[in-house]
């Protein structure tokens, strides 16, 4: 099936919507949190395992499967999907966001960047050409084209700099693409100028996109910056489009965000914080190495029915921690997107029933 | 249920015999095979996945848990069996082999061995009756003695020193273990010496315990020299109690040593060479970071129904090894310990239906 998006419900006290986006991998209700497979693999976990925790779209990152094992080795075995045993819908990013925070010597010019790999010093170009072809050899659902993440922070003449080339490129992208059912998003750059992302959005919308995004966000700047440069990108974009924060965040930026009218989001939070040890409840979030867990008897979060919370202490998973065993990444993994998951179902719960303003106050006096 | 261990059928060409051990947790199917659970948990997989691979029984590290988090912690939380969420037999080792391979400044005296810590160099005293207590509180349903492991090359007088140590030392075991719960088995050591070893079996039996198993092999000595040992002490053994080769081994091992008798082993091979990239196959095993691997559609083993030949291509294992990802690890594991179950497996049929000796020849045919 075809790309499509369809609002179902809106929030009246908030900007929330709820929504299903429709791939040829299957649906996503939105709002969606995308969990980060970074190189084909959400780590620790199999496709089975994030099925079980209400997982419903992965994203991966074309930049490291670019350069291990390459697109072509990808595309040979049958594509993306294939490859990592995942029959659910895959975001694929451009790459661009990692050759800024990954790769030396990059050099930026009009054709596009040309840049060292991390992994073996090569040097690679990277246009907005070929980044569709990529990510289209990936067999990605929703493709996400090649853009400059304007740093924070950055003077007016240098976000505007930055945003005419992730234009340009984003044209070129839209150009260049070949296959239908693949779904294009554009990038809302800008950095912190509401008149530079208002001239952005004018600019992606007139090319025309399938969905979009809002880029270079949790970038540095102070929260309080990137919620409003969010409030008030979101409602220039299309309504009958999905609307993606990049990179975001924690669990109080996915509430603040779906207030605001956010349908998708991905980030490495709950996955790399489980790997550091951070669990996320209810009332905030806990450190599993912390003394006082040491014979600790209570699961993770009281009630949590993910696999984790039903079978194991706190003490057991402090003991994995400490002793660094591989288990340890899992079940602390399996907690933290359950709790991703569950929050998002939550949130799609609350806007169905009309209760959206009285979810965020409840998660709020949980907190506190 | 309190520990048996009945024989229930014997190969006519070999000394192969098919078993079933009972404890309270449980039945176990002889020969077996014991994964490796160090620190309380088998590296990357879980419980229910052990059992889905057909795991019957899993060895714990007394020394490590001694340790780190402590057998207080562990028996406050109820034990291990439900401090790691696995409910079948547990056997847990005495402490006595880390004690000589990880740990510094070790002393010996006829109270027990001083060391100090690996992980924070403080210093322990470990006696026989500390062991037992220690496994005791684990609630272990396999306790082994106290042993001095003689390393190898030995001369006769400090194998005989050190055999005449763990004997003492296995008297002491005996006595001060209180539970009937629990089974106790003795270890022989004795070195490459014949008549040491001879020794070793008359005074641990003269002792009498539950089980016998023996040490000080697969420490560097020939493989043939390991081989003549096990061939020449097992026959000494009771042949009415389960006979237990310890850190052991290679599959081929496991072979000849069932061959000659031997109804339990442990060993960390499937479990580390899993995480080193060693797969093991029918004809004998694989490196999976080699290159021409990389856009191999091919699963492991062409045929093998676990879970990883299942769902992956080698190219993928290739990739998540080189990306040294998380999931590798768990892969290579299920592949491994699934290999080996079904090698056991296949022994104790081979065994039942008279075959043993014909299914010997088609191993290493198909390994030549």
Redesign the interface.
């Known amino acids: 099936m075809a790309f499509k998006f369809e609002v179902t419900d809106k929030s009246k006290e908030t900007g929330a919507r709820l929504g299903r986006i429709h791939t040829s991998h299957g649906c996503i209700e939105t709002p969606a949190f995308i969990p980060v497979g970074t190189?084909?693999?959400v780590?620790?976990?199999?496709p089975e395992e994030l099925c079980g925790l209400g997982v419903q779209i992965i994203l991966a990152n074309t930049y490291?499967l670019y350069l291990?094992?390459g697109h072509d080795?990808i595309g040979?075995?049958?594509g993306l999907h294939r490859?990592?045993?995942w029959d659910g819908p895959i975001l694929t990013d451009s790459g661009g966001f990692q050759v800024f925070s990954l790769s030396k010597l990059r050099k930026i010019s009009d054709r596009g960047v040309t840049f060292q790999s991390h992994i073996d010093g090569s040097k690679h170009l990277l246009t907005p050409e070929k980044v569709i072809e990529i990510q289209e050899t990936l067999g990605s659902d929703i493709m996400m084209c090649l853009d400059e993440c304007t740093p924070y922070p950055a003077t007016r003449t240098e976000s505007q700099r930055s945003l005419e080339l992730s234009i340009d490129w984003a044209r070129r992208c839209r150009e260049s693409r070949s296959q239908e059912g693949s779904a294009l998003f554009g990038i809302v750059q800008g950095g912190m100028y509401e008149d530079l992302r208002a001239y952005g959005v004018e600019a992606l919308t007139s090319i025309g996109f399938d969905g979009y995004a809002l880029g270079g966000l949790s970038v540095g700047e102070p929260k309080a910056a990137m919620l409003d440069v969010a409030a008030f990108t979101l409602p220039l974009l299309p309504s009958r489009l999905p609307r993606y924060v990049m990179g975001v965040g924690a669990p109080e930026d996915l509430v603040e965000l779906v207030s605001l009218g956010t349908d998708m989001f991905d980030c490495v939070i709950p996955t790399r914080n489980a790997r550091n040890g951070q669990l996320f409840v209810s009332t905030g979030a806990l450190n599993i190495c912390n003394a006082q867990y040491?014979?600790d008897?209570l699961p993770v979060e009281a009630g949590c029915p993910c696999?984790t919370c039903r079978?194991?202490?706190r003490?057991?998973l402090?003991?994995?921690f400490?002793?660094k065993?591989?288990?340890a990444?899992?079940l602390n993994t399996v907690h933290n997107i359950y709790y991703f998951m569950s929050l998002m179902r939550e949130m799609r719960e609350a806007i169905r029933r009309g209760r959206f303003g009285r979810f965020k106050k409840n998660f709020y006096a949980l907190r506190s």
């Open positions: 190189q084909a693999t780590k620790s976990l199999t490291h291990r094992p080795v040979k075995l049958g490859f990592m045993h040491r014979d008897e696999y079978h194991y202490s003490a057991y402090r003991h994995l400490m002793a065993e591989l288990l990444h899992r």
